[in-house]
């Protein structure tokens, strides 16, 4: 298998010393960053009432993000269609695909409200976006994605001939299953082969041990989250000072297995792996810190491991810098 590309899930997480405006420009800034440093594409995650995400519009994000870059694909991850109407949401990216045209991502998830009709929703939402459908009627219709974490969701993606990305970090054991249904069903469906995406939840940092403070950091979070205690992310201050109940020792037991962590080279051969078990030739990244800035790291640093192309030339040119 050729190495995997690397994309970016961007939950805009809201640190406890940071606010929702500037988790909302910090996610502009990353975009920027991503681009530069060859990430494939950029997806805004779609939450609601919660203090850790700023991220309840990603629609208009997906707006900004198109306009502060150039050429790297954007798009959701996902769209909560049990809220909406498919034909708005069909509206919103014909605008966004006929202004920039071959560049979004429409992703779609089933959460959010009564998922009995998602399958004649989706339905309805692809038939929209093809010819004849939505006006305007982009000249390149928006990328559509299934995002799931098992296999009914798998069996539906490959039966409409979407593209899927499976969540990881919700089902860690459950992706190759839901893989293999999907393209069995995408095969007979179309008579193509099909791919895929996983998308991963990683943190690291400049070494192994500033890697497992940002992890415990998440993982506190995420227990807290799970014992009724939503909040924004805590800072590495917060957790080294934090005195952990039994409850959320066990709780975060659990997320630990769904959390890639460590110094760059450890997370590369991690991801590596996990490409290979799935068969994906993508992996779409989720990282959540305190800190924009340590979240940033943590993909400048993937980047590097991967040696993306824009990741190399940026390398070669700052050492040319340090040795004139």
Known sequence: MTKPRLSVLDQTPVGEDHTPDQALRASVD????????????????????????????????????????????????GVLLPRYDPAKVAEVFGV??????????????????????????????TALLGEGGVVPHPPVPPQMWLLGAGRESA???????????????????????????YRAQFR??????AGGALAVRVVTADSAGRAEELAQSLLLWRARKDLGQDAPLPSYE????????????????????????????????????????????????NTLTADPADRQRSYELLAEAFALPAARREAAVTAVTAAG
Request: net charge positive; no cysteine; hydrophobic share 40%.
């Open 96 to 125: 966004l695909a006929s202004l920039h045209p071959g560049r979004v991502d429409l992703g779609i998830g089933r959460a959010g409200g009564p998922a009995r009709d998602f399958p004649q929703r989706l339905a309805q939402l």
């Open 30 to 77: 990353l975009a920027r960053a991503a681009e530069t440093l060859g990430y494939t594409r950029y997806w805004a995650a779609e939450h609601h009432g919660s203090p850790g995400f700023a991220s309840s519009a990603p629609e208009i994000l997906v707006g900004a993000l198109l306009a502060h870059t150039s050429h790297m694909r954007i798009g959701t991850g």
């Open 188 to 193: 007979r469906a179309t008579g193509r082969p």
């Open 238 to 285: 917060t957790t080294r000072r934090h005195r952990w109940t039994g409850a959320e020792l066990e709780r975060a037991k659990v997320h630990r297995t769904a959390l890639v962590s460590g110094a760059p080279e450890q997370v590369h051969a991690v991801l590596t792996g996990l490409a290979a078990t799935h068969g994906v030739d993508e992996l779409i990244v």
């Open 155 to 181: 069996r539906l993606a490959g039966l409409l001939g979407t593209e899927f990305a499976f969540g990881h970090f919700f089902s860690p054991a459950g992706g190759t299953e839901a893989f293999d249904d």
